[in-house]
């Protein structure tokens, strides 16, 4: 019994020595560190003159969605590593939370504390229209990205991405490569993100319309969901389907890891890729050429680089140097570009 | 609570009728006629051509052992299943009742063992549950808690208040409410299936009180019960049913000689018989030893002892603490303060596997809730405690299980013998057959057994009081719990009586009698002199 | 299709015994007369009654479901379907995208049976593959990923089943505040960042095949077999059923509950971490955001292959059949490029067609002979 007990209770020890080895080996390996991603930012220009002189100290409030997907988490890093770049710009970010009510009680607070200028990444644009008038009502101008304000008093600036551009350059990219190969009837597969979102639904009539403007269509379309294990089974399902394809649209870079995954998986080769967004690894396949991706359309995080340089200068009442505007205009719609194996090296630097 | 002297008492009934009686009930007349009822499932003739024939004004008794058919019987009358040939008179018109409603609108109200009530409802809203008395589609609250009230007062249970939650209340106050609800539907014939096994002795009482009240109003019961004594009490005539099929029709309830009934039943004749008491039971060496063992609120300063091969029987009512002792001197609940030994080693408080390991086993007092896996073949059952043993490395080992099982089937007498059958198709008896059967494998020194016999029925009854009488021979010590005292008294070697949660006396089984019992067991209670 | 019993008296093909033989007039003349209602005590079991029969019978409906499936497939596309190596090709594509969720299934299903319910298994997925995925982890090599992820999905498992079992949490609670909590702990850890694995031993589980067979595919078979033979074959398996049949029973019959309980879950984490290196092979890349909603896509595979929600009974078999049943409509809708909003649509009516079907012609069916089966002889 004794003795029974004595074997138990080592049993216990040595267990319980070996679980909090494990422990410990884990809660290492929850470290991440590499060099951290260099964050695109524009370095502050010195020249004398120079919208980026030193001038008035300007408060700007930021506050976007807690980030589910790389493009987000790189807003984020952009707009906190531009604002350090400059020397008169005191950054105050608040959590934005899950949903569209707790960012809305987010910017209240925020509102509350009287910045200069507030920059927000709205949840959604129609739900958060309201606080972005209650903002510019209490005197404070509003920096809006990506998602835009149905109401223009809502706004004192709005930068936004081009998504059906997206759809048109991905497409313009896909027919000019064909033609030159001489494919007349080819199969083309699409694999858009969460398809319920207004933003794929843009992505993807901007490619179909630019398709039908040359005689092509999607052969087969199927949905992943921003991550990379969706993007593998979307485009697995995908290359179940078309046993012959020669072009392939996917929507996002981050799913499309899991995209060339898949493809790797089952070995195919006979058709291009283009990716959409444009992630630093994106980049770094294409200028490598050693896969199917070929080409991505941006949709660059680096807007809330841009949308800090600017909510300064609004701060300071200032305008863009180089327009004749001395007010920072009301709208900036950035182009989709398409980075390619040649122009890739100029994008990196872009690339989240 | 009332007593039976306030039932007997005619000045009680002076309050006022129990129900307004049927304005067209003539006591006497032929409310029900069964004829040649069949009814079958696939598989199953669960109705194999029954009769019956029930008046108005009469407690009309249903016998059949488990299996003979009653469940089925029950739910084709309330409307639940449809049968498949033969005659259902209704007050003179043949009948069909399409769903339980068409029968309740028709008059029949039927109170199931399991109480059909919805727990957090209150006693009003289940009173009335699906007739609520509305005026434009919304609930007359008022109204159903004054219409409440009143059935309830006359039900001689005034003191619920409408507005209680139905969880909150005790078994008793439940099948109040249940009758509540029969009543709130002006019933002409109300089916009670075993009222009495939820109930305590005293309880009973109120619940005859109340049988006759309705039944002088022109409304006719039909009473299923397994007790002998209460069909002598309360029912005026008695059919029996065996496998489906009627094999007598009323018979007058008081004078049939039980000797009678049982044959009809069971085709054998068995008397309600208890194996000899061997002469030198209670001479082992001690097994269990309960000191002090205290659970407030349940039972203080409880102490005890068992030997090997003695039957000791604890008597008391529901609500006395004994099943709350058992279940504590078996590890499922912890005692707050006092020691449990087991041949003279302490057992880890509050563990079950303790007191198996010790050698205990017990047969709770809900099989189906707390002992049986329904679904499950019977030799899994049999070994649920076991079936470690006779794995290797983890691995089971069915051949070696279900020969186990076998075995212990045999020496059961389990019908049927089959073990692969699932436990759910057996009836009571042979249920309580494989909870028993599962401790006979094990080491098993010490069987603690709560109301082994609740819903069993006659013939299965002697068996199983044979097994436990076998066991003790064996050399097993068994403690034993029930609410009939003559079973106590006739089974065990010596008997504690419980009374709130105290022991009151400790007495070889042989110095005692019913009437001492009955009387230790409910001093103190409202009980004004003991039941006949 | 359904059973080998011989088709000599259709009429009455449920009073047949397994095995009989249609020339033995001695049997067959002795069926005739056996009282169709059969008292009992016969000893003889009709073959849908025996151990597992009612198991088996369900996993042969499912089958008849995915064989018409697959001829809605041929009917479809006969342009693939004509091709025998693009057919062989779409069976082993419709595996291996059942695998993850396969795994994930057989952890659902042993919980399920045990009387719970586990929400948080995708992100479980989701925690245990960001975790081996980072760069800490990585620098550990193939082992270290492999080691982290089982050992992270194990131990949330084991927090679940502490939460269940000696919290007393309804599981439905405790799994759901985990689904929540792994999902924020994975975001936190990965920085909210795609998190790519170089590493081409764990990249090359998902692109190796054996024998012409993708190891996923051995993957997912040999986690169903282990998964079959702990449920069927060993005390664990016993005590599940037991636990999740009636708790109650169980305790009184000396089994450690809450023991075994926690022991389920940390099963269903492990299951977690071994479906997290698959998925992360898979999309050579972990996120917190992946294995989205792959608990409800292993509760509607374990419910559609029998196992019953409230515990106590279920097969690994039908759970594997409900993930292929899954996967073949998903690969059915990919190669008529259909939309996915009618693909969800007809997965919610099979959940739906099968639980009804079942409830229709098993549950009720045994609960009548359960009530009225008249027993004593």
Redesign the interface.
Known sequence: MTQHSRDLSRRRLLFGGAALGAGALLVGCTSNEAAPTAAQTKAADTAAGGNSTPGKKVTIGFSAPAADHGWLAAITTNAKAQAAAYSDVDFKTVEAGADAAAQRAALSTLIAQKPDVIVMLPHDGKELNAAGLEAMKAGIPVVNLDRAFPDALAYRLQIMGDNYGMGVAAANYIVAQLKAKGVSTPVIGEIPGIDSLELTQQRSKGFADTLAAAGFKVANRRPAEFTADSGQQAATGLLQALPKIDAVWNHDDDQGIGVLAAVNQTGRKEFFMVGGAGSKKAMEDIQADNTVLKATVTYSPSMASSAISLARLIGQGKGMSDLVELQVPKEIVLASETITKENASSYLKLGF | MTTHEAAADPAHTATGPLVEAPADAVPGEVVLRLTDVVKTFPGVRALDGVQLEVRAGEVHCLLGQNGAGKSTLIKVLAGVHRPDSGQVEWRGQPAEFANPQAAMRAGIATIYQELDLVEDLSVAENAFLGHEPRRAGFVRRGQMARRTRQILGRLGHGEIPPGRMVRALPAAGKQIVSMARALSHEARLIIMDEPSAVLAHDEVGNLFRIIRELTAQGIAVIYISHRMEEIREIGDRVTVLKDGRTTAANLPARDTPTRDLVARMTGRTIEYVFPDRPADSGTGAELLRVDGLTRSGEFADVSLGVRAGEIVGIAGLVGSGRSELLETIYGARRAHAGTIRMGGHALRPGSVGAAVRAGMGMAPEERKSQALLLGEPIYRNVTLATFGRYARLGFTDAGRERAEADRIADSLELRPRDVRRPVRTLSGGNQQKVVVGRWLLGDTRLLLLDEPTRGVDVGARAELYQVIRELAARGVGVLLVSSEVPEVLGLADRVLVMREGRMVREAPAGELDENTVLDLVMAGSLMEGAPA | MSDSTPTATPDRP?ALPPQSSPVDPAVAGAVGKG????????????WW???GGEGTRRNLGLIGVLVVLILIGIATRPD?YG?SS?VW??IL?IL??ASVVGVVTVGMTFVIIGGGIDLSVGAIVALAGV??T????QS?GAG?MIF?AL??GM?VGLVNGLLVSYGKLVPFIATLAMMVAARGLA?Q????????SDNAAI?GI??TSLLGIPLLVYILAAVVAAGWVLLN??????RT??VG??P?????????VRRHTVLLYALSGLCCGIAAIM?TA???????????LYELDAIAAAIIGGTLLSG??GTIVGSLLGVIIFSTI??LF????L???AQNMVKGGIIVAAVLVQQFQFRS??Q??????????
Not at chain 3, 233 to 238: D, K, Q
Not at chain 3, 334 to 337: L, Q
């Open positions: 449920e009282p169709a209602h059969g008292s009992g005590g016969t000893g003889q079991l009709s009654r025996g151990d693939l091709d693009w090709n779409n594509t291996k995208l975790w081996c980072t760069l800490a982890t550990y270290g982290t050992v992270v131990c975001a850890i990965s920085g909210k960042q795609t998190q790519v990249n998902a692109s074959r060993t005390t664990f398996g016993r059923v037991a049949g009636n109650e029973a169980a305790r009184l019959a000396g089994i450690n998925l898979q999309a050579t890349s972990a996120q917190a955001a992946m294995a989205n106590g009974r998903t690969n990919a190669i008529n490029g939309s996915t909003e069916f045994t009548f002979l359960g009530r009225n089966r008249l027993t004593t002889g």
